[in-house]
């Protein structure tokens, strides 16, 4: 046994102590850090004298050496961050949603004095004033000009939710964007911790910020994290590599080999494990997401609305091809609204031809009423009698002939008298009239079961997301309570490595007592 | 389990956050006055709301429209009692003059006032309300009689376009959901040829001292003739009476109406302030409270009690 075992075993403790100390150091200064994983130091004694060996001395027992600092291992509980994660895709893409369909609701504007219900309200009451008074062409003036408040009101809306419509592209073109580059981050962490382990240290840091950003990728769908280790000298417990891979909501991978974002399994060949992800019509295009691309190959029927998430959210609200056939909350919407415009016009078209109008230059007959803005100018096409097809909420309009001269509102019954307003309550029973192309209800009615609709999807977004934001919450607590940083705990901490340092340093003190007891001391008999 | 600052101060400040969300709720619901701001809030009372609004239009509406109809049915039935004056006028000026005693002359002048109840009756018959006249059936652009002198300056009357009275098509209005009344009275059987026939051959008779050619009516047959003129005018009236009496129903029943549709209206959607108030007030309570604990629990730790 050496004479300075002693010292050597309490340079060791002083270190070894330091070490922790500097640990909780940085705990507490990280106990603000998103993210941050508290770190422990994991004391190991080191190895005790003597080893069994040939020419070891005889004695009885092993001696401890004193300790060492074996790992300093941050504390974190991946099953806890693999619920996270599930529950995470799944509040993405209930808060996509609700968001789509609240500005929705904010377009339509219902029930309100504003909305497009109220606006045909208006225009059926001008046309009852129009049966009152056939001949009063304020009455007439009116009509025409609800009219038109009513074909606008179909334009604005139409026109806004297009708009919000393309808003929503450039989301999802921002959120591809920011998918890869946090798998760009993410795969160069994965190089940097290969460089770290090997050498039988743990990233801790690097391991943080990894599983902050897959964190952050988790929101966008749901996805399940391969882990692989780094080399063969890693540690047992070190996190390794990642690789990530696409899943359903169920939790069941898309493909029987599974679709990989990062494909780090073999360990090597990292600079090629991004496979990037891209939708087709690309950044800036128009028209409904028809593909869904990782590493250039296209995922199967749009495999990726499988996997619920902010993307999937995003694609359904935005619209999306699916076997040649339009799917999506605004387009579907959309096309009600076209549906309905076409409809109503048609039908309010076919009642305005039958009608007579005060204008003697003419057959008699109505020309139409509401039309398609693009065939303001043709009067063979204004005075047909033929159902057009082509009316939508975006471009319908009044015959601008009407506009100008309101005496050209049909509001008679050719047989029953000059001045009958008999058409015109024909014309207001339109609204209630059941409609084939609707379903063979109303329009009113037709549109009150959109809103209705459209609440019942409102409704279910809010409660999916509002219970879905109290399981993320739990899981994030429970999360927090393996890997955040207590104050308290980290105060008592530091007196406690305080004090062993403390200890260690007069244990060292003692040695040296010893030692100068043996040197300087003795054999001093008889001086 | 280990529970750390950071976490209570995130519990923390997400109950505030909820708290604070609830009471911008109970916030808008009384300065809206409504239980719902959109239609996801609540999809049924939001649907419900589409149909209670139109309904209330709709009987607004109505009631508007009944207005019309009154104006229309009061002027026609004011028409009608001042033609039933007129008629009964001639026909207590033909009993007189029936009686032996009158002399040529004063006969003559007694025909000059029903030539000039004539015109009347044409004046009544072509009553403009609102420049539309209101014996003409849905023709409300032109007088259902024309009165034109013949050639021996003696007053006559056409009907319509010359030929008879223009074809009369009811003018209905709608005052209830697909119940259209007719508010106008037809000149047939009232103001027509036979009316007309009827005095015309009451001045014959007085023009000629009653001695009238064969076929010709006498002052006698005169009295009858208007006589029957009057029902006939009275009659009208009794009809329009009854009509009025029914738009008077209907338009009690909608002024019931637009209350019922106004208050299902605010039930549905309304917000019932006593309760709003209440909430908003809990909410506040529970606010405080949340504040105050808060406060407390992210106040103290460890280093606070070592030296």
Not at chain 1, 43 to 56: A, D, H, L, Q, V
Not at chain 2, 59 to 76: I, P, T, Y
Request: hydrophobic letters at 35%; aromatic letters at 6%.
């Amino acid at each position: 046994m050496s004479t300075f075992q002693g010292l050597e075993l309490a340079r060791k403790a002083l270190f070894a102590q330091q070490g922790a100390l500097y640990t909780t150091g940085h705990n507490i200064a990280n106990v603000n850090t998103y993210g941050y994983s508290r770190q422990r130091v994991n004391f190991e004694t080191t190895t005790p004298f003597p080893n069994p060996s040939r020419g070891m001395p005889n004695r009885a027992g092993q001696m401890g050496t004193g300790v060492e600092i074996g790992t300093i291992q941050r504390l974190r509980d991946q099953f806890l961050d693999f619920q996270f994660r599930t529950e995470n895709s799944t509040l993405g893409y209930w808060e996509k949603k609700q968001e789509a369909v609240t500005r929705m609701e904010q377009v339509l504007n219902e029930p309100s004095e504003n909305g497009l219900a109220k606006t045909m309200d208006r225009f059926w009451q001008s046309l009852q004033d129009l049966a009152d008074n056939p001949d009063n062409s304020g009455a007439r003036s009116v009509v025409a000009h609800r009219g038109l408040a009513l074909a606008e009101t179909f334009n604005h809306l139409s026109k806004s939710m297009q708009s919000i419509q393309s808003d929503l592209k450039d989301q999802i073109d921002v959120s591809v964007k920011d998918m890869n580059s946090l798998l760009k981050q993410i795969n160069e962490l994965n190089k940097q911790i290969q460089k770290v382990e090997p050498h039988g240290m743990l990233a801790n840091d690097l391991y943080d910020e990894r599983d902050r950003l897959i964190d952050k990728l988790s929101d966008y769908m749901n996805i399940k994290v391969h882990r692989t280790p780094s080399s063969e000298s890693s540690l047992e417990i070190a996190d390794g590599l990642v690789s990530i891979e696409i899943l359903d909501s169920r939790g069941n991978s898309l493909s029987p080999d599974g679709v990989f974002l990062i494909d780090a399994r073999s360990g090597k060949d990292l600079d090629s494990a991004v496979n990037e992800i891209s939708v087709q019509p690309g950044a800036n295009e128009k028209g409904p997401i028809t593909s869904v691309s990782i590493a250039g190959q296209e995922l199967e029927n749009l495999d990726i609305l499988k996997s619920d998430g902010s993307f999937s959210a995003l694609i359904e609200s935005y619209g999306y091809e699916e076997n040649g056939v339009v799917k999506g909350l605004y387009p579907e919407m959309l096309a009600e609204l076209d549906k309905m415009a076409r409809e109503f016009a048609n039908e309010f078209n076919r009642v305005h031809h039958g009608g007579k109008h005060l204008e003697e230059d003419n057959d008699g007959n109505g020309s139409k009423f509401f039309v398609n803005k693009a065939n303001q100018e043709d009067n063979d096409y204004k005075n047909s009698t033929d159902r057009d097809e082509s009316i939508t909420a975006e471009n319908i309009t009044i015959n601008i002939d009407i506009l100008e001269n309101e005496n050209l509102i049909a509001a008679g019954d050719p047989d029953k008298g000059s001045q009958n307003g008999d058409n015109a309550h024909a014309l207001a029973d339109v609204f209630d009239q059941s409609l084939d192309g609707l379903g063979n209800t109303s329009a009113r009615k037709f549109y009150a079961s959109l809103i209705g609709d459209l609440g019942v999807k409102g409704q279910e977004a809010r409660k999916m997301k509002e219970s879905t934001e109290i399981i993320q919450a739990q899981i994030d607590f429970s999360r927090m309570s393996v890997s955040a940083v207590s104050l308290d705990e980290e105060i008592s901490n530091l007196i406690k490595f305080q004090h062993a340092y403390n200890a260690a340093a007069r244990n060292m003190t003692a040695i040296d007592e010893m030692i100068d007891r043996i040197i300087n001391q003795l054999g001093l008999v008889g001086r | 389990m280990r529970i750390t600052h950071t976490m209570l101060q995130n519990n923390m400040l997400n109950n505030l956050f909820k708290s604070q969300a609830q009471m911008e709720k109970y916030f808008t619901q009384i300065y809206t006055g409504k239980k719902i701001s959109r239609p996801s809030d609540d999809p049924v009372i939001a649907m419900k709301g589409m149909g209670y609004r139109t309904q209330v239009t709709e009987v607004e509406q109505f009631r508007r429209n009944a207005l019309d109809a009154w104006n229309w049915m009061d002027h026609s039935d004011d028409v009608l009692d001042k033609a039933t004056k007129a008629v009964q006028r001639m026909e207590y000026l033909a009993v007189q003059a029936a009686n032996g005693s009158y002399s040529e002359d004063e006969r003559i002048s007694v025909m000059k006032e029903v030539e000039q109840l004539q015109e009347q009756l044409v004046e009544l018959a072509n009553t403009k309300v609102n420049g539309k006249y209101i014996f003409n059936g849905t023709n409300t652009d032109k007088p259902p009689i024309n009165p034109t002198p013949d050639e021996n300056g003696k007053y006559h009357v056409t009907f319509g376009d010359g030929d008879g009275l223009d074809e009369i098509f009811p003018v209905q209005i709608e005052i209830s959901k697909g119940i259209k009344i007719p508010i106008n009275v037809s000149p047939e059987g009232i103001f027509d040829q036979e009316l007309f026939d009827n005095i015309n051959g009451f001045i014959n008779a007085l023009k000629n001292d009653d001695n009238v050619a064969e076929g010709e009516a006498t002052i006698d047959d005169s009295i009858e003739a208007l006589n029957k003129s009057m029902l006939n005018i009275v009659n009208g009236r009794a009809e329009l009476g009854a009509r009025m009496n029914r738009v008077e129903l209907i338009e009690d029943r909608l002024a019931e109406q637009e209350i019922i549709a106004k208050d299902t209206m605010m039930k549905n959607e309304g917000v019932d302030f006593e309760e709003a108030v209440t909430n908003l007030l809990t909410q506040e309570v529970i606010h405080r409270a949340a504040l105050s604990a808060g406060a407390k629990i992210i106040q103290p730790s460890l280093i606070d009690f070592l030296r």
